[in-house]
């Protein structure tokens, strides 16, 4: 039972670089989501997909982009990183949406540093 | 607007004390309350739910219950052990605006002594 699995783990970019983090889930969820995670201000979401070939713009979206061609996997990429986006960024999966309150399935995280 | 405010950390206990996470919220209408736990290098889990007022979610020993008078939604257990050391989310979702995500709170860390 894989869930939801992030790659990389961890990565450290120069400022200006650019990159991609992968998710992918195994359950056939409709909902994915992308949030970073910052010390003392919780979770904040910065894209979500309802379904495959879908986006839609969370609280943080600035200076990121995603892409869901497949249902089983959403794309968070950053295509000239900035040291602001220094920080652990989660992708969570749900089978429903949130107003059907589907649990979040989270994966084990990407711990970006961006110098 | 929707937030989210929890007290702030490190709390630490010893094995079998008892343990009280205050959770307050602010939203418009009748959100539906949530507590997530995240263990050490892991994302966060469900740990329970309430999704009206007075309604108590309770899972592994955890109760929280719903209080719309005080708008609060504080996590409790009872005899805490090393293994809950974790940090802990309260969250909510608004049930009136249409809004498809979860609002996070910042987080509280508990670390539990043996």
């Known amino acids: 039972n894989a869930g939801v699995t992030q790659t990389p783990k961890f990565r450290v970019l120069k400022t200006g670089q650019s990159m991609t983090l992968l998710c992918a889930q195994d359950m056939n969820h409709e909902y994915m989501y992308w949030y970073r995670q910052d010390p003392g201000m919780g979770l904040r979401l910065i894209h979500y997909s309802v379904g495959e070939g879908t986006t839609a713009k969370g609280e943080v979206p600035d200076g990121y982009n995603v892409s869901r061609l497949k249902k089983q996997n959403f794309l968070l990429g950053l295509e000239s990183a900035a040291p602001s986006q220094t920080s652990v960024y989660f992708c969570?999966?749900?089978?429903?949406?949130?107003?059907?309150?589907?649990?979040?399935?989270f994966g084990n995280g990407t711990r970006l540093t961006v110098t | 607007g929707n937030s989210v405010t929890q007290m702030e950390g490190p709390v630490t206990l010893s094995e079998e004390a008892f343990l009280t996470i205050n959770c307050t919220y602010t939203?418009?209408?009748?959100?539906?309350l949530f507590w997530y736990v995240q263990y050490p290098g892991e994302g966060l889990q469900l740990l329970l739910k309430a999704t009206k007022a007075d309604d108590k979610g309770s899972n592994k020993g955890f109760e929280a219950t719903y209080r719309k008078e005080t708008t609060s939604f504080h996590l409790e257990k009872g005899s805490v052990q090393v293994s809950d050391s974790a940090v802990y989310f309260c969250a909510l979702i608004p049930m009136d605006t249409g809004r498809r995500a979860l609002t996070f709170g910042s987080g509280t860390r508990l670390q539990v002594q043996p």
């Open positions: 939203a418009t209408g009748y959100p539906s």
């Open positions: 969570a999966s749900s089978r429903g949406g949130i107003a059907e309150n589907s649990p979040l399935h």
